[in-house]
């Protein structure tokens, strides 16, 4: 995934905590809210994704009819890809 470095010259979310963006660094606001979508990015990519909702819950159904099942899955739309995923916890 290859993004234009951002203005401030933060090349990577790693750079900042996450405590420094407002005390420490003065950042905008723009910059914290990039940082904080380019995490939520970097998050996102780990999990799989479906397309609609009826495949997302097709897959919920079967993991929970598996040996090492969790205890709930739901689907939802992700506000940061657009797509579906599955969560463990209620939203």
Request: aromatic letters at 10%; one cysteine or more; a positive charge.
């Amino acid at each position: 995934m290859n993004h234009k470095p951002h203005p401030s010259g933060i090349r990577s979310t790693e750079e900042v905590p996450f405590e420094a963006y407002d005390t420490h660094m003065r950042l905008s606001k723009t910059e914290v809210e990039w940082i904080m979508y380019m995490r939520q990015l970097k998050t996102c990519a780990r999990k799989r994704d479906y397309s609609t909702e009826e495949e997302a819950m097709r897959v919920a159904v079967y993991r929970l009819t598996c040996k090492d099942r969790p205890e709930s899955l739901q689907p939802y739309r992700c506000p940061v890809c657009n797509f579906w995923h599955l969560t463990r916890t209620k939203q």
